[in-house]
């Protein structure tokens, strides 16, 4: 028994392929592309010649701050991006506790399940709950019914002994996912980033990944502070202090923006497969950080969100359009090859085949109600996905081969419910935070 998906416009986007036909799902996977034909107990959904593609996966995010609508204002307006974290997201951090933890993680994925996004790379952070954080986020993303890819953002910046909380948070949590080894969770070793990291701490990171043999997701010149703040802290440029650690080459590794990289660091990064990048168009202009040079990376970064919201294709198109901000615009499209990459690094780290439809993949899918108005192939599937897509069309969404959300209705778990019980959850969180000194 399986669902049989006819009458498609089966999309893939990187490498991309348009072609009409159907799929069949069986055991969680997809077990035939083409005509296919019902048996006797299959599920059949016809989807009326719409788009029925692969999960989107978004490469980097913070579902810590999911429940952030509403909180109150920083009590100082931050004037650069140090102060933003000082006196915005640090304070956030800081109010977490586990039940918020859990919800961030549910109403999280709940807004990625409505935009087709069914797995999340994410980078936690909750200094005052770190112990089984990772699981209580794990099981708020299950509650959507998401795969993810989390780990602990390790930092010594409130205190000494934080550091090695956070590395013993990532490490029981990625010895719990290889152990399970169910191609829904892996794990990572956190890092906040540089100017937040004593020497200690930096390589107890690497050590620690070279040990668990995975990789660690890092922010990397998001502002020039980090550039700055490491050499008047630690002594070094900012990629020979990763040299110096051995970062560089840890495979695996995520390093998230780059926006302020010098033409050496891009060639560092260009000569090397150890290291993804990840690029968050909004997040940077939203923290007025500036523009990443995406275009000079050989390799394309994974697009991500960095906390706000999970809608790939709104990311997808800014991602375009911001770039001719930059010295070099991006090549038209190159942001579904981003989307793809984020896929690939998914795929590798939960041991799974992600981000394409073909037989042995995972059956997570999205079916579209859009149904194109102009002509649609694999040369112009960018133009579409770019100007005309987005999640406005989403109506379903399969996971590992379950039904999470159903004709626009959330079937993996009681989605009002939830969001209505997360508002008193928020309400303390927001009050905790209001509570934590701006300083
Ligand atoms: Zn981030």
Request: proline share 5%; with cysteine; glycine share 10%.
């Amino acid at each position: 028994m399986g669902t049989i998906f006819q009458n498609a416009i089966l999309v893939q986007l990187d490498p991309a392929i348009v072609q009409p036909g159907g799929l069949r799902v069986s055991d969680g996977k997809i077990t035939a592309v083409g005509n296919v034909i019902p048996e006797q107990g299959d599920e059949v959904v016809d989807c009326g010649g719409a788009v029925l593609m692969p999960g989107l996966v978004n490469g980097h995010t913070h579902l810590y701050s999911a429940l952030a609508a509403g909180m109150p204002a920083a009590p100082k307006t931050p004037t650069n991006f140090y102060e933003i974290l000082k006196y915005i997201w640090w304070r956030l951090d800081l109010a977490h506790d586990v039940q918020s933890i859990r919800a961030s993680g549910v109403v999280g994925a709940l807004s990625a399940l409505r935009c087709g996004t069914t797995t999340l790379i994410d980078h936690h952070a909750s200094p005052n709950a770190i112990e089984g954080s990772l699981s209580e986020l794990e099981g708020g993303i299950a509650q959507a019914g998401c795969r993810g890819v989390l780990c602990y953002e390790t930092t010594d910046r409130n205190h000494v002994e934080e550091a090695r909380r956070g590395l013993d948070e990532n490490e029981r949590f990625v010895v719990l996912c290889k152990k399970r080894n169910n191609g829904r969770f892996a794990g990572m070793v956190g890092a906040h980033a540089s100017f937040t990291l004593n020497e200690d701490s930096l390589a107890g990171c690497v050590s620690l990944a070279k040990e668990l043999m995975v990789g660690v997701h890092i922010h990397v010149a998001e502002d020039l502070c980090d550039e700055a703040m490491t050499k008047a802290g630690y002594g070094n440029s900012l990629f020979d202090r990763f040299a110096k650690h051995g970062l560089l080459d840890l495979p695996g590794t995520i390093f998230a923006h780059g926006t302020h990289l010098s033409d050496a660091d891009i060639d560092t990064v260009n000569q090397r497969d150890t290291i993804t990048m990840a690029h968050n168009t909004h997040s940077n202009m939203n923290n007025a950080v500036g523009y990443a040079p995406v275009a000079r990376f050989k390799k394309p970064p994974m697009l991500g969100t960095d906390g706000i919201g999970a809608d790939m294709w709104r990311e997808a198109r800014t991602a375009q359009f911001k770039s001719h901000d930059g010295d070099i615009p991006l090549p038209f499209g190159r942001p579904l090859a981003m989307i793809g990459e984020s896929a690939r690094f998914a795929s590798n780290a939960l041991g799974v085949k992600l981000g394409v439809l073909e037989p042995g993949a995972e059956a997570d899918l999205v079916l579209t109600r859009y149904t194109p108005a102009t002509p649609l192939n694999a040369d112009n599937l960018a133009g579409h996905m770019i100007y005309a897509m987005g999640p406005e069309f989403v109506s379903d969404v399969m996971i590992g081969g379950d039904w999470k959300l159903r004709s626009g209705a959330v079937v993996s778990c009681d989605e009002v419910a939830i969001r209505s019980q997360c508002v008193e959850v928020s309400r303390a969180l927001h009050e905790r935070m209001g509570e934590i000194p701006c300083e």
